[in-house]
C-alpha cells in the first residue's frame, strides 16, 4: 500500500510540471498537487509506524507460550513449564467377591459362632492404583541438576477422605495433594541422585517389574511383603519423612538405597512419629478397639536396599529392608499362655527389629513369555518364649508368566504361597491347634490394548487360607478389599452414660476364609 501511494504522488508530480494552457490554472493546480503530496508523506509516515508495531507484536506473540485472558507466564514460569512433566494413572473396575466364610464354626472352647452380616458374593465399584503427578529437572549447571516430584492419589469413583472400617482406621487422607510419591533432590552424571521426602522403598521397586497384577484383585502384595495377613502390607510400601540414594547404571548393575528415622520419642515405637498424623505403618492408636497406642505394627528406624543387574531379557535382583523396634504388644491381649498381668494391655517384652530378604529373577524368552520367580525370607527378633506367637516369621514364594498373545493382547498367570509361619497370636483362629496359617493366592488376567496407553482387563482371584491363616483379597493399590471380618458392630467405649462402658463386640476376624473375586476394569497412562 506503501508503494501505492508513493507512485499516485510521482504522477501527481509529474501532472504539475507539464505546460498548460492558462498560468492562473497552473498555479492553482501546483498549490492543490503540493497540499497532496504533504498529505501522502504524513499517510506514508503512520503507515511505517504501524508496520513496524505489527512486527514487534508478532515477534512477541512467537516467542511466549499461548494462553487465555491475555495473561502471558514469566520467563522462570516458562522454564519450568519446558522442564517439567504432567503425568497419571487411571484406573476403575467393576468388582465381584466374597469372604468365603462358613455358615458356622466350632470354636476351640467347643461353643460355635456364626459370621455377622453379608459375607458372601458383593459389587463394588472400585478406583485401583489412580493418581496425578508433576515432576520436573532443572540444570543447575553442566554436573548439577535439582529434581522434583509432587504426586497424589486421585479416588475416581469414591470422596477422598480418612480410610474407616470395622476393623481399622487411619487419619492419613490419601485422596490429598501429595499423598504419594513426592521429593525434591539431586543428581549429577556419573554418580547418580539423592532425594528427600516419601516414596516407595527399594524393597518394593526391586520386584514390581515382576508383578503383572499390580492394582488388580489378586496382587502379589497380597502374600509377598506381608507378614500376618490382612491387606497391610509391612515391608515394600510407601516410606514418609525418607532420604535416599540411587545410582547411575553401572554395566547393567543399579543400587538403591534408603533411611526413614524413626522420628519417635518413645522407647518402644508406642507414639506418633513426629510430624505425621498416624502410627508407622499406618493406623492411628486405638485402631481396631485395641488401646489407645501405638501397639499393632509401630517401628522406629528404617532401613531399605536393593542391588539389580539388568542383561536383555534377564532381570536380576536382591532387594532387604529392616524395620527397628516394631511394637506388637496387642497381639499378646488376652492370649492364655501370655503371663497373667499382662492379659489386658499385652506383654511389654513383644517389641523387637523386623527384617525381610528376597531375590528375584526374571527372563523373557524369545517366544514373547516372560517368567518371573521370588523367594523371600521375613523374620521377627523376640525373646525365646514369644516364639509361640510370633506369625511375622516365615518364608514365601511366588512365580508368574506373562504371554502376548497379540501386539495388543496378553494374559498372566500367578501363584505365591505363604509358608507356615513360627507361631500364631491364636485370637482370630478357629480352630484349637497346632496352628497352620500358611496360604495361597491364584491369579489370572487378561488385558488388551484399546489405543496407546489405554487398556481394558479381566482377572480372577483366589485367596486360599489354611485353617489359622487369615490373608485377604485386595492388597495392593486397591480402593475396595475383601478381609477376614464379619459386619458384627465395632467394640468401643461409650462416656456417654458416665461410666464408660464397651459396646459392641466385633468386629470378628474368621481364619481360613476362601476369598474369591472377578474384575472387569479400564486403565488409562499418560
Known amino acids: 500500500m506503501i508503494k501505492r501511494l508513493t507512485g499516485m504522488a510521482a504522477l501527481a508530480a509529474a501532472c504539475a510540471a507539464a505546460p498548460l494552457a492558462h498560468g492562473g490554472e497552473v498555479d492553482d493546480l501546483k498549490a492543490q498537487l503540493a497540499a497532496m503530496q504533504e498529505q501522502m508523506d504524513k499517510l506514508k509516515a503512520h503507515l511505517e509506524q504501524v508496520s513496524n508495531q505489527v512486527q514487534q507484536q508478532q515477534q512477541s506473540a512467537a516467542a511466549a507460550p499461548a494462553s487465555s485472558g491475555g495473561w502471558q507466564p514469566s520467563a522462570w514460569a516458562r522454564a519450568i513449564l519446558d522442564e517439567s512433566q504432567f503425568y497419571g494413572n487411571l484406573d476403575v473396575s467393576f468388582d465381584d467377591t466374597t469372604k468365603g466364610l462358613k455358615s458356622s464354626y466350632t470354636l476351640s472352647d467347643g461353643s460355635t459362632a456364626s459370621p455377622v452380616g453379608r459375607t458372601g458374593w458383593l459389587p463394588a465399584i472400585s478406583t485401583n492404583l489412580s493418581y496425578i503427578g508433576w515432576r520436573g529437572r532443572h540444570e543447575l549447571d553442566e554436573n548439577l541438576a535439582f529434581l522434583w516430584q509432587l504426586e497424589t492419589q486421585i479416588d475416581i469413583s469414591a470422596t477422598a477422605g480418612t480410610s474407616n472400617n470395622n476393623s481399622s482406621n487411619d487419619s492419613t487422607v490419601k485422596g490429598a495433594l501429595t499423598s504419594r510419591n513426592t521429593y525434591i533432590g539431586l543428581s549429577g552424571p556419573g554418580w547418580g541422585a ?31 511383603g506381608n507378614t500376618g495377613g490382612d491387606n497391610r502390607v509391612e515391608f515394600g510400601g510407601r516410606v514418609d519423612h525418607a532420604i535416599w540414594y540411587e545410582s547411575p547404571d553401572f554395566g547393567g ?37 485395641l488401646p489407645p497406642v501405638c501397639s499393632d505394627g509401630a517401628f522406629n528406624n528404617l532401613y531399605s536396599a536393593n542391588l539389580a543387574y539388568t542383561n536383555g531379557p534377564l532381570y536380576l535382583t536382591a532387594a532387604y529392608e529392616m524395620h527397628t523396634a516394631v511394637n506388637r504388644v496387642s497381639d499378646t491381649i488376652g492370649v492364655a499362655t501370655t503371663p497373667p498381668q499382662f492379659a489386658a494391655s499385652g506383654d511389654p517384652n513383644d517389641i523387637g527389629n523386623e527384617s525381610a530378604a528376597k531375590v528375584g529373577i526374571q527372563y523373557r524368552f524369545p517366544t514373547k513369555t516372560t517368567v518371573s520367580a521370588i523367594y523371600e525370607s521375613m523374620r521377627r527378633n523376640v525373646p525365646a518364649y514369644l516364639a509361640y506367637q510370633n506369625e511375622r516369621q516365615r518364608t514365601g514364594y511366588w512365580l508368574a508368566l506373562t504371554q502376548s498373545l497379540t501386539p495388543k493382547d496378553d494374559i498372566s498367570f500367578g501363584w505365591a504361597h505363604a509358608n507356615k509361619a513360627q507361631g500364631d497370636p491364636g485370637q482370630h483362629n478357629t480352630d484349637s491347634g497346632p496352628h497352620d496359617n500358611s496360604a495361597n493366592l491364584y491369579t489370572a488376567a487378561f488385558k488388551h490394548e484399546l489405543a496407546k496407553n489405554t487398556w481394558w482387563y479381566a482377572d480372577y482371584a483366589m485367596t486360599a487360607n489354611h485353617a489359622s491363616a487369615h490373608y485377604d483379597l485386595g492388597a495392593g493399590g486397591r480402593g475396595v478389599t475383601t478381609d477376614c471380618h464379619d459386619g458384627s458392630t465395632l467394640a468401643a467405649v461409650d462416656v456417654s452414660s458416665g461410666a464408660p462402658q464397651v459396646t459392641g463386640d466385633g468386629p470378628h476376624c474368621y481364619a481360613g476364609g476362601r476369598l474369591q473375586g472377578i474384575s472387569v476394569g479400564l486403565d488409562f497412562k499418560f
Open 194 to 224: 539423592v532425594k528427600i521426602g516419601k516414596t516407595d522403598a527399594p524393597y518394593k521397586n526391586s520386584t514390581a517389574r515382576m508383578n503383572p497384577f499390580s492394582g488388580m484383585l489378586g496382587d502379589y502384595s497380597v502374600i509377598m
Open 253 to 289: 548393575i543399579t543400587f538403591n538405597a534408603l533411611f526413614s528415622p524413626g522420628q519417635n520419642r518413645t522407647t518402644d515405637s508406642s507414639g506418633i512419629a513426629a510430624g505425621e498424623s498416624s502410627c508407622a505403618g499406618g493406623n492411628v492408636p486405638g485402631s481396631g478397639a
